[in-house]
């Protein structure tokens, strides 16, 4: 008997030893470990998902397995025959050399380094010019005209005798020599000079460089001060070529590149140039400037002239990129659909940087090497995501049938009790909606508004409108003031709280195309049919007549409307708008005794 009993728990221990230590048949995990749940939706409003079978609470068809990768906010499943017929074309994702051919229009001018001005160091009078009008060409050292200067001619008698007291004026000889030199005087004229011994009647101004004279200011006889300008020498052996490009081609240029110019009128012959600036500030008109170093050699490139630039460029190693085609820019972020091998497509946030001239655009991110994202037909796919969303967000804004989708079966600390969700980065904080979602700015999953800081948050009253926004206005719905977001108390959060409507409860008419108020009968009309125009609420004499008013469901008045929010004790004798709140007034009827 011990005997067995031993052999019945030897037999135990080697089955417990075995459940804890062989490992699990493969592709059967455990439950709870990474084991995922299957979903069930509509057919016909995808909005409505369920961890259980069931029925539709909309339309009562019954829910279908949803198929996994589905669940993305978003994501659209297209069948091959649909994805046929809409012509849908994948591309995918890889890396590339991103080569650019950079183009821009510019003009001719004078490179400033190669302009000089002469200008006069001393008081005189012009005796005689050498070059008398401007665009002639002038070589370095060329006579430009003769000055007399009484104080020239005086300090040259300084400098003789200075010279022939000999070293004991050798201080002096000094001063006199630097007085001459700083007004222009060369080595060559004081060495002749001091050779001659004869002091000379006038002095002669020398061009200071190659070039042509731009600008002359001076004739003859002319009385000159110091400091006036006598003539601007422009030196076109070398000029610049200023062009602007566009803020996107910016990457692609860089100081010292080569670059060619061509000019229209010889027919597009490429000059070489290369870039020698590029400003640090753009224009008014979203431009930089450039600037590019060209060799004139031959005259051929003249100031102001119209010049065609090209730079042909890439940027330094491989950067993932994708077609542009395959971006779909809202304005405030960029989408690519990325496919999955189970026939679902999901958007997908990107961020885009350079673009090459093979059309292709680099992404910074959002996507990874070889995933396959959709380059022809998805602007069809984007309408049908957005289609979806939008009836997601309506049905989830007034409604809670249960579902992932539904509030109410959301973890209690996912859950807001106000049901507004925003962005948790404080810079999208302007990103607002009833619902969970994604930010259409960055991507990032929807938080609780109770979760971050953002207390700029301004409702409609009416949560059937479901408008939310972070500034304070109007609804564009029911034209009610928006007002600012209290969080309810966990007590208060499934009172009716803002939303009731006490007194007026509203419902849609089948006998006209309006909303109806049904409520109490605490408004009062005059019994006077011509006085009918004379409403309130509560009991009170006629303005008109001085009658005691009569309940409104004693009379046949029926042209009365209501503000929907009776607080503000507003009613009238034709549609308009409330006084008190600005919400759109509703058609009023009294409840009959016999629906009380």
């Not at 067995?4 to 037999?11: E, G, N």
């Not at 091998?341 to 090459?356: L, M, Q, S």
Request: hydrophobic share 35%; net charge negative; with cysteine.
């Amino acid at each position: 008997m011990k005997i067995t009993a031993v052999i019945i728990i030897a037999l135990a221990a080697g089955i417990a030893l075995a459940y804890l230590f062989i490992p699990a048949v493969e592709g059967q995990p455990p439950a709870g470990e990474g084991a995922e749940v299957q979903q069930y939706t509509c057919g016909m409003h995808p909005e409505i998902v369920s961890d259980e079978p069931g029925y539709c609470p909309i339309c009562e068809m019954k829910l279908t397995p949803r198929k996994s990768g589905a669940g993305k906010a978003g994501s659209v499943t297209i069948d091959p025959t649909t994805r046929q017929n809409m012509g849908l074309v994948t591309t995918p994702v890889e890396y590339r050399t991103l080569k650019r051919k950079v183009r821009a229009s510019g003009r001719i001018v004078v490179a400033e380094p190669n302009r000089h001005t002469v200008n006069l160091k001393v008081d005189g009078w012009v005796e005689r010019l050498f070059v008398d009008h401007e665009g002639e060409a002038v070589h370095r050292g060329q006579p430009l005209l003769e000055l007399y200067s009484p104080a020239l001619v005086a300090t040259q008698r300084e400098y003789l005798i200075a010279v022939e007291s000999g070293r004991v004026a050798e201080d002096l000889i000094e001063a006199v020599r630097t007085r001459l030199a700083n007004w222009d005087i060369s080595e060559d004229q004081l060495q002749r000079l001091q050779s001659s011994g004869e002091v000379t009647r006038t002095m002669t101004i020398r061009a200071p460089a190659d070039g042509v004279v731009v600008s002359k200011k001076v004739s003859e006889g002319d009385h000159l001060k110091p400091g006036t300008e006598l003539y601007e020498i422009a030196d076109l052996s070398t000029v610049w070529v200023v062009a602007s490009i566009y803020e996107q081609d910016v990457p692609f240029v860089s100081l010292n590149q080569k670059a060619s110019v061509q000019l229209p009128h010889t027919g597009f012959d490429e000059i070489a140039s290369t870039v020698s600036y590029v400003s640090p500030f753009l224009d008014p008109h979203g431009q930089v400037e450039i600037r590019l170093n060209a060799d004139n050699y031959d005259s051929r490139l003249k100031p102001e002239m119209y010049a065609e630039v090209s730079i042909e460029s890439h940027l330094e190693g491989k950067h993932l990129v994708i077609p542009r085609s395959a971006v779909i820019n809202s304005g405030n972020r960029q989408l690519a659909y990325v496919a999955s091998a189970d026939d679902v497509y999901e958007p997908r946030v990107i961020v885009t940087g350079a673009v090459g001239d093979d059309d292709y655009v680099a992404v910074l991110s959002g996507l990874t090497e070889n995933e396959p994202v959709v380059t022809s037909g998805q602007f069809l796919l984007d309408s049908e995501s957005r289609l979806s969303e939008a009836l997601a967000d309506g049905y989830r804004a007034g409604h809670d049938h249960g579902g992932e989708h539904s509030p109410s079966q959301l973890p209690a600390e996912k859950k807001g009790l106000s049901g507004v969700y925003t962005c948790p980065m404080p810079s999208h904080a302007h990103v607002l909606q009833y619902g969970e979602g994604y930010c259409s700015e960055c991507g990032m999953e929807l938080v609780p508004v109770e979760e971050t800081d953002n207390d700029s948050v301004y409702i409609c009253p009416m949560r059937e409108c479901a408008v939310v926004q972070n500034e304070p206005g109007r609804c564009p719905k029911c034209n009610m003031k928006l007002t600012l977001l209290t969080p309810p108390t966990d007590e208060e959060h499934h009172s009716e709280g803002i939303h009731d409507l006490t007194a007026a409860q509203v419902s849609t008419s089948s006998e006209a195309d309006e909303l109806v108020a049904t409520g109490g009968h605490d408004i009062y009309t005059c019994p006077m049919p011509s006085h009918y125009h004379v409403l309130q609420y509560g009991e009170g004499p006629c303005a008109e007549c001085g009658m005691k008013l009569v309940p409104l469901a004693e009379t046949d008045n029926s042209q009365v409307y209501v503000c929907p929010m009776s607080e503000c004790g507003m009613v009238k004798n034709k549609k308009g708008t409330c006084d008190v709140c600005g919400m759109n007034l509703v058609r009023y009827q009294p409840e009959a005794d016999d629906d009380k």
